[in-house]
């Protein structure tokens, strides 16, 4: 056989290998997954849980959400009884409150820097509080 007709047939036999990696429609989307943000870095620690005030207890329950775009801070303030008022503070009074009768549930959003935030205000500290 002839050197240079080895040669095309080999060629030939690349080409045609080649060509089944070789894309043949135009369009399509390319997919990426997004890098984690800081929004999903927030710890239950980054907020302090102070106990400074006459009722002051412990949360029923402090839980972190991470299925979403960014975490979410879920915590649960039993009172004393069904009855009783229940009241959650931010950062020692100064960043608001919620409150209510029996149970009270505050939620707090990660921000890009890693701090739990409510209604756009970072919150350092978080006190359960209960009337007998």
């Known amino acids: 056989m002839h050197p240079l007709f080895t040669l095309l047939l080999i060629f030939t036999f690349l080409l045609k290998i080649a060509d089944t990696c070789v894309a043949t429609s135009p369009g399509g989307t ?18 302090e849980i102070i106990n400074i005030s006459e009722g002051t207890k412990d949360f029923t329950s402090d839980t972190i959400d991470t299925s979403g775009t960014c975490a979410v801070r879920t915590s649960v303030c039993d009172g004393f009884s069904a009855d009783s008022g229940v009241l959650i503070t931010f950062n020692r009074d100064e960043a608001g409150q919620n409150g209510g009768t029996g149970t009270v549930t505050s939620v707090l959003i990660c921000n890009t820097a890693g701090q739990w935030t409510k209604d756009g205000i970072v919150i350092t500290a978080i006190e359960c509080q209960s009337t007998p």
Do not use: E, H, R
């Open 30 to 47: 390319a997919t990426t997954t997004a890098a984690p943000t800081g929004c999903q870095s927030c710890l239950l620690s980054a907020t």
